[in-house]
């Protein structure tokens, strides 16, 4: 059970999305809004090489 909670964990996006207001547009748009956010997340944190 523990890795079917990191594995959601690791495919959910980190923002909340009202657009997608359904279960099945959940499971539609999650994984690619989770790279999305992923990405953005990983642009906006500061470098730690300063």
Do not use: F, W
């Not at 690791?10 to 956010?37: C, E, F, M, Y």
Request: proline fraction near 10%.
């Amino acid at each position: 059970m523990a890795g079917a909670v990191r594995m959601a964990e690791a495919t959910a996006p980190t923002r909340p999305h009202p657009s997608a207001q359904s279960a099945k547009g959940n499971l539609a748009a999650g994984p690619a809004l989770a790279v999305i956010d992923r990405v953005r997340d990983a642009i906006r944190r500061p470098s730690s090489s300063g």
